[in-house]
């Protein structure tokens, strides 16, 4: 078993612990937890929509905002005969 890497969350390494019993092992903390990544996408996401908005009001006063809903696939299509 020499230089076998193992890579993925904590959790998901532990389930070679039987394999790994007795052998010397290295732990590099790569990055944020996945949850933590995922919440941090989300919020700049969240951040460059709002922006958009902002820009978008800003430069046609009068247009109304549209909804998410208003502009899923699934209205776009349906209104399709």
């Known amino acids: 078993m020499t230089g076998q890497t193992l890579e ?21 903390v790569l990055d944020l937890p996945e949850q933590q990544q995922t919440t941090s996408v989300q919020s700049e996401v969240e951040q460059r929509r709002k922006a958009f908005e902002v820009f978008m009001a800003s430069t046609i006063p009068d247009a109304p905002l549209l909804s998410d809903e208003a502009i899923s696939r699934e209205n776009l299509y349906s209104s399709r005969g």
Not at 11 to 28: F, K
């Open 8 to 28: 993925g969350t904590w959790e998901e390494v532990l389930t070679h612990a039987p394999e790994l019993q007795g052998h010397r092992v290295r732990v590099i």
